[in-house]
């Protein structure tokens, strides 16, 4: 899909059955309008404790010169992220407020992970925020630096979701659960430092294009062993897009019936029984 807006409407038509992906502007606009999306099971999570899988990494020169230090020296500065209204803006969006900062004090820059290297590399923007391994990248080509401090997690903040179109959450309950029983095994099968199971890591370089090697290098995602959603941190991020004003509305939404937890209750009620 080239955009957001189309994963919306092929999810609300039952034309696409699941996105892989974050809940955004355009997920709680969707919502607001009473199209149905099902947020079903967090995919992914910050760590309750060290670097977050989100680069916060410097272009060089910068940091060679003592010009930029941590996100306390950002204001004016380019700072990059992938789009407006998502996850990545909303994680740059908290780690400045620990500097006291917010995205007005900086220039945002848009730009695609890749094109983040890039940008560093040929001095357009001056820090990227971005998801691994991209930051590792631009460390391993010398052209930027990890502000390890403002790469200190936010926290074990849900960064993506499972999110079922209605039809099939509701309308094929049975090949929803089986798909979640399959993806909750995998999830607790990638726990700990998963890159050094060289079947594991095989997989992954094969199905995401980045080599084992660099992997290991990189910070890591990390995987839930349990697939509740949090509806109380969709409601905070609703609260943070809309002070953003990237929302559509003024009265914030009740998203509850927008998440479903019993298909993954089920799943793993299954997957266990099983001793898995």
Do not use: C
């Not at 909303?90 to 945002?108: C, F």
């Not at 848009?110 to 631009?138: C, K």
């Not at 897009?241 to 019936?257: E, I, N």
């Amino acid at each position: 899909f080239q955009s957001t807006a189309d994963v919306v409407s092929a999810l609300s038509t039952g034309q696409l059955d699941v996105s892989v992906g974050t809940v955004s502007a355009g997920t709680f606009n969707a919502w607001q309008r009473g199209v149905k999306m099902i947020v079903v099971a967090p995919t992914s999570v910050y760590p309750a404790e060290g670097l977050m899988p989100t680069s916060v990494v410097v272009r060089k020169d910068l940091w060679d010169s003592g010009q930029i230090r941590s996100l306390a020296d950002a204001r004016g500065r380019r700072l990059a992220v992938n789009a407006r209204g998502n996850i990545t803006e909303y994680t740059a969006w908290l780690i400045l407020g620990r500097r006291g900062l917010g995205l007005e004090d900086v220039n945002q820059q848009i730009l695609p992970f890749p094109d983040q290297v890039a940008g560093l590399a040929n001095g357009s923007i001056d820090i990227m925020v971005a998801s691994e391994p991209f930051g590792t990248v631009a460390i391993d080509q010398g052209v930027g630096v990890r502000l390890e401090e403002d790469q200190q997690t936010i926290g074990p903040i849900q960064f993506t979701h499972f999110i079922f179109s209605e039809q099939f959450a509701d309308g094929r309950a049975d090949a929803a659960t089986r798909f979640l029983v399959a993806s909750l095994r995998a999830s607790r099968e990638l726990q700990g430092d998963w890159v050094k199971d060289p079947q594991l890591a095989q997989l992954l370089e094969e199905q995401i294009g980045f080599k084992q090697e660099l992997l290991a290098r990189s910070v890591l995602p990390v995987f839930p062993t349990d697939f509740t959603v949090r509806a109380e941190e969709l409601m905070q991020l609703q609260e943070a897009l809309m002070r953003m004003g990237h929302l559509t509305y003024s009265t914030p939404l009740d998203v509850r019936p927008f998440v479903n937890t019993a298909l993954a209750d089920r799943a793993r009620e299954q997957l266990e029984a099983r001793g898995r």
